[in-house]
């Protein structure tokens, strides 16, 4: 499996964030081809050392790093990442990797 983590920094306005991301972002981008499961953190982000600058964490799972490629390079992807430009007004970091049980 392989997953794409999505970092969301603090957004000016939260209240504003958290309702398009539940309204909009997320109809958008379950639509993604190849997606196997979708999770967001619920609540606050902080890190072991206190605030993190983090507002919230997207975990999206797919078979492996080749299928994230393939799936952002489809309609669907390249709508789901254009979307985030609307709302993410804290800026964005995204990390995709392979994952192994140990």
């Given at each position: 499996m392989a997953k794409l983590v999505v970092l969301y920094k603090t957004p000016k306005d939260t209240a504003a964030f958290d309702a398009y991301y539940a309204s909009t972002h997320i109809p958008i981008a379950k639509k993604i081809p190849g997606l196997r499961a979708y999770e967001v953190s619920?609540?606050?982000?902080?890190?072991?050392?206190g605030d993190s600058g983090i507002h919230l964490?997207?975990?999206?799972?797919?078979?492996?790093?080749?299928?994230?490629?393939?799936?952002?390079?489809?309609p669907e992807g390249q709508a789901a990442a254009a979307d985030v430009g609307k709302f993410a007004s804290g800026g964005v970091d995204m990390l995709m990797f392979e994952t192994k049980d140990i």
């Amino acid at each position: 499996m392989a997953k794409l983590v999505v970092l969301y920094k603090t957004p000016k306005d939260t209240a504003a964030f958290d309702a398009y991301y539940a309204s909009t972002h997320i109809p958008i981008a379950k639509k993604i081809p190849g997606l196997r499961a979708y999770e967001v953190s619920s609540g606050p982000v902080p890190s072991p050392a206190g605030d993190s600058g983090i507002h919230l964490v997207a975990t999206l799972t797919f078979d492996n790093v080749g299928a994230i490629q393939a799936a952002f390079a489809s309609p669907e992807g390249q709508a789901a990442a254009a979307d985030v430009g609307k709302f993410a007004s804290g800026g964005v970091d995204m990390l995709m990797f392979e994952t192994k049980d140990i």
